[in-house]
C-alpha cells in the first residue's frame, strides 16, 4: 500500500473502458486522485510512471452483492475489496434500518468504497439457516425511520433487499417494491429457494413480475428451487418479460447460487447478466466462491469475452447503483479508481456450488489495484485467512483487544451485564431465531450506552472486543443473542473488572 | 460396533452403533464419532476436516465447524452435531453418544 501520489502515469496496459468505447494499448494519467486522462502526452519531469505494460487495466471493479458486515462478514472486508480487484462494493442485505446506524461505524475504517443495500427487515439479513422473509405487514415496515434515515443519508442506500424465499406468500416482495419506491431507490431481490424443501408457493416467479425496469433480481443462474429455466431447460416467458421491461439480472455466484448446468442452458439462449457479482461471504470464500475474479472467470469460461465480462463489473453496476458521477470508468475528473490484472492460459478448474467442475483455460488474476490515486499490492490469499472468515467466540480466553478498553467502556460493560442480568434469552433452534428478543437486548445496549454518554462506536468496540479477537462486526442484538447467557454476563463482568493498560 | 477395526481402517472410517450411520475419525488423543452427514445441508462428514489441534470438524461444503467435546456449531449457532465418545476395552470397540 502506498499513499496517493499527485501524478502518476500507468503506462502501456490494454485499457479496457466500454463507457468510453476504449479498448487498446493506452496510458492513463492520474492526477490528485483523479483519472486525468487516457492517451499520449509528453510527461513533466516530476510524473512517476508505472509500467503496466503486458497487463489489461479498467476501471476499478465493483462488486454489487458481497457481504461485509453483520453474520457473513469478513474481519476485513478490504480483504475482499481493494486486496482483490475490488474498489467498490455494496453490502447485500447485511444491515436493515433497525443497524444501519452500526452499519455506518464500520465505513471508517475501509479503503474501499461499501455501500448499504439495505434489508427490508430491520435486523438485516440473519444468515445461516434462520428463517428469512417473514415481514409480512406494513407494521413491521417503519417507513418514517426510513424517510429520515434516507434524508440524513441518501448516499449510503444504493439498494433495498427482499428474499423471494418462503412461504408466506409474495406480501414482503411487494412490501419491499413499496418501500424502494418511496425512497426512489431500487428493489433487488435474491432468488433461489434453499430453505424450504417443499414451499407450497415458489416466490421467484413473483419476483419476475414485480420487477420494474431498474430493479435488480440476483442468483441469476442459480440451481435452487425456482430456477430461471424450465424442466426442459428452456428460459421461462416471464423472465424474458422481465429483461424486455428493463429488470437489471445479477450473477451472485455465491455459495448456493450458481449452477454450471443451469448457467450454460440459459447462456446458450443469450439469457445473461447485466451485473456480475460475486455474493462473497465467510461461508464461501474459501470455495466456491473465493474472489470476484474467480467468478468473472467463470463467466470468460461460460462464454463471455473479457470485454464483456469488465463491461458487468464496472459501467454496468455503475449504472444500476447510479454510481456514474464516481464509478465505472475512467472519464476524466472521476476517482481514480482502478484495477490491473492479466489474462492468464493454462489448465484451470472452476467448480460451481453444487458437485459440478468446469475446465477452464482463461484465469483472470488482478495484481493491482488503485483507490483514489492510492495504491494497493493485490493479495487473493488475505480473504482466504481463517482468522478472516471464521467467526469464533472466545469463549476460553478474553480477547487480548479487551485489555486496550477505556475506563469509560469498562463502565458500560458493568452497567450493560447488570441490565441484562434480568433479560433471559436462548438460542434454541437453527431455524428459528427470536427476533424480537434480538431487538430488545439491542435496545438494551443503547439505552445503556445512552446513560453512560458513551458513543456508538464506543460501545460497540467494547462489546466486540469483549468476545471476539478479530475485528468482526456485526448486529449488537443478534451477537447477543448467539452467546450463552450466564457465559455473556460473566464474560462482560469479567472484562469491565479488568484494570486498564497504563499508558 | 460390529467389523470396526481400527487397526486396518482408514480414517475417517464408516460405522455402525445401535443401528446408527456414525464417521469416525481419529483424532491426536484417539477416536471420535460424528454423524454422517452435516446438519446444515447433510454434506457427507466423510470428507470432513479436523481443525484447532483436533478439537473441531469442519465440514467442507460450507464451513459449518463444529465441537467435538459436545457437538456445538462455533461458527453456526444453533446447530449441533451429534457427537460419539468411542472406547476399546479388550479389543472391542464402544461407542455412546456424547449428546
Keep these: ?76 472486508p478490504d480483504t475482499v475489496g481493494v486486496y482483490q480487484g475490488v474498489t467498490t462494493f455494496v453490502d447485500a442485505g447485511g444491515p436493515g434500518i433497525g443497524v444501519l446506524d452500526q452499519f455506518m461505524e464500520l465505513l471508517g475504517n475501509l479503503e474501499t468504497t461499501l455501500y448499504a443495500g439495505a434489508f427490508i427487515r430491520p435486523m438485516g439479513l440473519l444468515g445461516l439457516n434462520f428463517i428469512e422473509g417473514d415481514v409480512r405487514t406494513l407494521g413491521e415496515v417503519p417507513i418514517t425511520r426510513w424517510l429520515d434515515f434516507a434524508k440524513q443519508h441518501r448516499d449510503l442506500l444504493r439498494y433495498i433487499k427482499c428474499n423471494a424465499i418462503g412461504d408466506y406468500g409474495p406480501g414482503t416482495l411487494k412490501l419491499t417494491k ?51 429455466i424450465d424442466e426442459s431447460g428452456k428460459v421461462l416467458p416471464i423472465v424474458r418479460e422481465a429483461e424486455r421491461r428493463g429488470v437489471i439480472f445479477d450473477l451472485g455466484f455465491g455459495g448456493y447460487n450458481f449452477s454450471w448446468d443451469v448457467a450454460e442452458k440459459a447462456f446458450a439462449q443469450g439469457l445473461i447478466p ?41 459501467r454496468n453496476p455503475a449504472k444500476a447503483l447510479s454510481l456514474t458521477d464516481r464509478a465505472g470508468s475512467l472519464k476524466p475528473g472521476l476517482p481514480a479508481d482502478i484495477t490491473v ?20 483455460e482463461k484465469q483472470i488474476v488482478p ?55 434480568s433479560i433471559n434469552w436462548e438460542l434454541s433452534s437453527a431455524e428459528r431465531l427470536d427476533i424480537e428478543k434480538a431487538l430488545e437486548l439491542q435496545d438494551i445496549f443503547h439505552q445503556v450506552r445512552g446513560k453512560q454518554g458513551l458513543s456508538l462506536k464506543e460501545a460497540l468496540q467494547s462489546v466486540y472486543a469483549s468476545f471476539l479477537d478479530q475485528n468482526f462486526t456485526m448486529q449488537i442484538g443478534l451477537l447477543l443473542l448467539r452467546l450463552e447467557r450466564p457465559f455473556a454476563i460473566q464474560r462482560l463482568r469479567d472484562v469491565s473488572g479488568q484494570r486498564p493498560m497504563a499508558a | 460396533m460390529a467389523g470396526f477395526r481400527p487397526d486396518s481402517t482408514k480414517f475417517p472410517a464408516r460405522a455402525n452403533l445401535d443401528g446408527q450411520g456414525i464417521v469416525v475419525l481419529r483424532t491426536k488423543t484417539g477416536f471420535r464419532g460424528v454423524q454422517r452427514s452435516c446438519p446444515h445441508l447433510q454434506g457427507t462428514m466423510m470428507n470432513a476436516e479436523l481443525i484447532a489441534n483436533d478439537t473441531m470438524v469442519r465440514c467442507p461444503l460450507h464451513v459449518f465447524t463444529f465441537k467435538l467435546s459436545d457437538g456445538k456449531g462455533v461458527n453456526c449457532p444453533g446447530f449441533r452435531l451429534k457427537v460419539y ?15
Design chain 2, 85 to 99: 465418545e468411542i472406547k476399546e476395552e479388550n479389543g472391542m470397540f464402544f461407542g455412546r453418544s456424547v449428546n
Design chain 1, 367 to 421: 495484481v493491482l489495484t488503485f483507490k483514489n490515486g492510492k495504491r494497493f499490492e493485490v493479495d487473493l490469499a488475505l480473504a482466504q485467512d481463517e482468522s478472516n472468515w471464521f467467526l469464533q467466540i472466545a469463549e476460553d480466553h478474553v480477547p487480548s483487544r479487551a485489555s486496550s478498553l477505556s475506563e469509560r467502556q469498562r463502565s458500560f460493560l458493568s452497567a450493560l451485564a447488570a441490565n441484562l442480568s
Design chain 1, 274 to 314: 447485466h451485473t456480475i457479482s460475486s455474493d462473497l461471504q465467510q461461508f464461501n470464500v474459501v470455495r466456491p466462491v473465493k474472489s470476484l475474479a474467480n467468478v468473472m472467470s467463470a463467466m470468460i469460461r461460460l462464454g463471455m469475452t473479457v470485454s464483456q465480462v469488465i463491461e458487468r463489473v464496472t
Design chain 1, 1 to 76: 500500500m502506498e499513499p496517493a501520489t499527485s501524478s502518476l502515469v500507468l503506462k502501456g496496459a490494454h485499457v479496457m473502458d466500454p463507457e468510453q468505447g476504449i479498448d487498446r494499448v493506452a496510458d492513463v494519467h492520474l492526477a490528485d486522485g483523479k483519472v486525468q486522462f487516457v492517451g499520449s502526452r509528453e510527461l513533466t519531469p516530476n510524473t512517476k510512471v508505472v509500467d503496466v505494460s503486458g497487463h489489461y487495466l479498467s476501471a476499478g471493479w465493483t462488486d454489487i452483492h458481497v457481504h461485509a458486515y453483520g453474520t457473513l462478514g469478513f474481519a476485513n
Design chain 1, 341 to 360: 490484472f492479466r489474462v492468464d492460459t493454462g489448465d484451470y478448474e472452476i467448480a460451481d456450488c453444487y458437485t459440478k467442475v468446469r475446465k477452464a
Design chain 1, 178 to 228: 413499496g418501500l424502494a419506491e418511496i425512497l426512489s431507490l431500487p428493489l433487488y431481490m435474491h432468488i433461489g429457494e434453499f430453505q424450504l424443501q417443499n414451499p407450497k408457493h415458489l416466490l421467484a416467479p413473483e419476483a419476475f413480475r414485480i420487477a420494474e425496469a431498474g430493479d435488480m433480481i440476483t442468483h441469476l443462474y442459480h440451481g435452487n428451487l425456482g430456477q430461471v
